[in-house]
């Protein structure tokens, strides 16, 4: 079973407006940390939030906000007032338990539109 | 602000030639880590190091590959023989301790003919 799910394999935003990128996870550990990742087209991997299983508040990182929806399996990336810089393919990933690895997503595509 | 860096950015080799990427992970990080991303497909794990030995790896990494620190800053990858299948981008991984963040290098993109 996929232990990331991004069911949204790309997404066009106008400039400035919102985007959610969509996120759900598959774990029996109740200890585990949620990760999103950037990659632009120059094809680097740049860290952009962090959520851990037992925090109490979203995550949020200037521009981007993690939906941290616990019960439901979700970890939805929020982009607010998107600019033309945040075209890239967004990646979830996890980390379960005690387990060094992350296992990532297929990735979302977002396109901002100016 | 200290990041990872990766050397080659790019690298084409022959079938059956033996490569070695190299990765200078953030110098206080402790845990090291390689991934590699085949073309338009997901992020996949490799292998994880950590105190000079080799703490997880994923069924991908078979003897062909291989992981050395050989020095205080460095942190190899080794493909023995490479393989058409092995053109991938691949990505080294740093964290300063466990269950922290993990940040990547800007990966070298490797083509096998």
């Known amino acids: 079973a996929q232990k990331i799910t991004q069911t949204q394999p790309g997404m066009f935003v106008q400039e400035k407006e919102a985007v959610t990128l969509d996120c759900t996870y598959d774990?029996?550990?109740?200890?585990?940390?949620l990760f999103w990742y950037k990659q632009p087209s120059s094809g680097e991997m740049i860290f952009l939030i962090y959520?851990?299983?037992?925090?109490?508040q979203n995550a949020t990182e200037g521009r981007y906000s993690l939906n941290f929806q616990k019960a439901r399996k979700s970890a939805n990336l929020v982009i607010s007032a998107s600019q033309l810089g945040d075209s890239a393919m967004y990646f979830c990933?996890?980390?379960?338990?005690?387990?060094?690895?992350?296992?990532f997503g297929a990735g979302t595509t977002v396109t901002v539109r100016a | 602000e200290p990041e990872v860096t990766q050397t080659p950015s790019h690298q084409v080799t022959q079938m059956g030639q033996e490569v070695i990427l190299r990765c200078v992970p953030i110098?206080?990080?402790?845990?090291f880590y390689w991934y590699r991303q085949i073309l338009g497909q997901k992020v996949e794990f490799l292998v994880s190091?950590?105190?000079?030995?080799?703490?997880?790896k994923s069924e991908i990494f078979d003897d062909q590959f291989s992981v050395e620190r050989p020095d205080g800053s460095n942190f190899t990858l080794k493909i023995r023989s490479t393989k058409l299948e092995d053109s991938a981008m691949y990505f080294c991984?740093?964290?300063?301790?466990?269950?922290?963040?993990?940040?990547f290098g800007p990966g070298t993109r490797l083509l096998v003919l």
């Open positions: 110098s206080n990080h402790l845990y």
């Open positions: 990933a996890m980390r379960e338990g005690s387990d060094y690895k992350l296992s």
């Open positions: 959520q851990g299983s037992y925090d109490q």
């Open positions: 190091f950590y105190n000079n030995e080799i703490s997880e």
């Open positions: 774990t029996s550990d109740p200890s585990y940390g």
């Open positions: 991984a740093s964290e300063k301790g466990a269950e922290e963040t993990q940040y």
